[in-house]
């Protein structure tokens, strides 16, 4: 084993055992090299005021070189910011100004010890480190039955996870805390869980009241005492469009330095809260009362980018930067947020018709960017298939039952007909005539 990774292990195991415990094979093994290529730059940036001939860039005028013809679409930005790799964590002025952004959505994160936010190539990528970090062969990784597949693929397929799956809601249509908990504790003989709460749901559009946020950490904090070590995920994609009464933060405030058995990971990113899916910029901080300990596990995440991405792209990080820094942006975050939250309450307003009744009910839904039908009468991927063929609407087939509709990109006037095409595609399979 490298000496720097040994370093680093026996900083995180005098910190918590319990979180060494926690890393996969690779997470044990993995480390940032500091005495490489990045390293040796570094210190020629700061040293080398003459020649510094070290990194694989190219310059011009002590400036980096540059295509006009790239350039020239970009002028509003300073080549420095656009074109020099960024660091493997992420533009530093970025990390502290999305730390800053975390603290005032998330009151609960107060007093507690954070990690700086690492920046990750969005929201997939940040999901990836985790499950390299901490997934191997066979351990538990356990997730509702209304998920987004790509989970499957990354804790799974690429890293041997074993999927265990609960049912999202209760009797009551309320988040089945108490399926949560039986499915970690399940667990008890293999001494570790992978929880991955993944709010607003994808694809449901659900987010749990504060009252049901309670009974999830509860089970969380049941099962940690029963000796279980939880690595609690928080997939926050769509973090702050919350319509109505929920949970209008992430758990991993109140996760922090909850139980010595669990460590929160908070992931997170602009692709989805600020409208930027192109530009690929997420985070991903993690919670310990022991900054030592915090320090070695950033150093394991930049080994990880290192050794996939080397580092994220510099011109998006700038982008989402400076959006942060303007005066204007809150307010035209606001005028989005208003916009997805109408169409929100108009699809719940349209669906309690009662016509709808004899063909489908809707799941829960108070937030983000879908909502899911559960068909009654049709197979989903057959009206699927129907809608696209007959009537050029697409939506998402998932299992037997359920439909996924985007409202985020329907226009609120075309919503009314988009529904009534579903309905009439039910209709149409069935023969029963449309009212």
């Not at 100004?97 to 005032?104: F, L, N, R």
């Not at 769509?238 to 319509?243: G, I, N, P, T």
């Not at 933060?249 to 669990?262: D, P, T, W």
Request: hydrophobic letters at 40%.
């Amino acid at each position: 084993m490298h000496p720097l990774c040994q370093q680093l292990n026996d900083t995180i195991q005098r910190g918590n055992p319990n979180m060494f415990e926690m890393l996969s094979d690779l997470g044990r093994l993995i480390y940032f090299p500091k005495e490489g290529i990045l390293s040796q730059s570094a210190e020629a940036a700061k040293k080398a005021t003459k020649y510094n001939a070290t990194i694989g860039t190219a310059t011009e005028g002590n400036k980096p070189m540059y295509l006009d013809v790239i350039q020239s679409k970009l002028s509003a930005f300073a080549p420095k910011d656009l074109y020099p790799y960024a660091p493997p964590a992420g533009k530093p002025e970025l990390r502290t100004a999305w730390k800053v952004k975390m603290e005032k959505e998330n009151p609960s994160v107060a007093g507690k010890k954070l990690s700086n936010p690492i920046v990750t190539n969005a929201l997939t990528h940040g999901l990836s480190i985790v499950a390299d970090l901490f997934v191997g062969p066979g351990d538990a990784v356990i997730i509702p039955d209304k998920n987004w597949e790509n989970y499957e693929l990354t804790f799974g397929i690429r890293r041997g996870g074993e999927l265990v799956y609960y049912p999202l809601y209760n009797e009551q249509k309320k988040f089945n805390a108490d399926a949560l908990f039986q499915a970690l504790i399940a667990q008890k003989d293999k001494g570790k869980a992978v929880v991955v709460l993944n709010f607003p749901n994808n694809p449901t559009g659900y987010t749990p009241t504060v009252a049901e946020g309670d009974e999830i950490i509860s089970a969380l904090t049941r099962a940690a005492d029963q000796g279980i070590n939880i690595v609690a995920v928080l997939d926050d994609a769509y973090f702050s469009l919350f319509f109505e009464e929920s949970l209008h933060e992430s758990l991993f405030g109140k996760l922090a330095q909850l139980h010595e058995r669990i460590l929160p990971i908070k992931v997170d990113g602009a692709t989805k809260e600020e409208y930027v899916w192109g530009f690929r910029v997420g985070f991903i901080t993690y919670a310990h009362e022991d900054q030592a300990l915090l320090d070695a596990l950033e150093q394991k995440t930049m080994g990880i980018i290192r050794a996939t991405i080397s580092s994220g792209p510099h011109p998006s990080q700038t982008f989402v930067l400076q959006a942060l820094q303007d005066p204007a942006f809150e307010e035209q975050k606001q005028a989005k947020f208003e916009i997805m939250k109408s169409r929100g309450q108009r699809v719940k307003s349209i669906l309690n018709n009662e016509k709808f009744i004899s063909v489908w009910e809707y799941y829960p839904f108070n937030s983000g960017y879908f909502m899911c039908l559960k068909l009654k009468t049709v197979d989903a991927e057959t009206l699927r298939q129907h809608l696209l063929n007959q009537y050029g609407v697409g939506t998402i087939a998932l299992g037997e039952t359920d439909l996924r509709v985007a409202f985020s990109c329907t226009e609120e006037s075309q919503l009314d007909d988009l529904f009534e095409l579903i309905y009439q595609g039910v209709c149409d399979l069935t023969g029963v005539p449309a009212v």
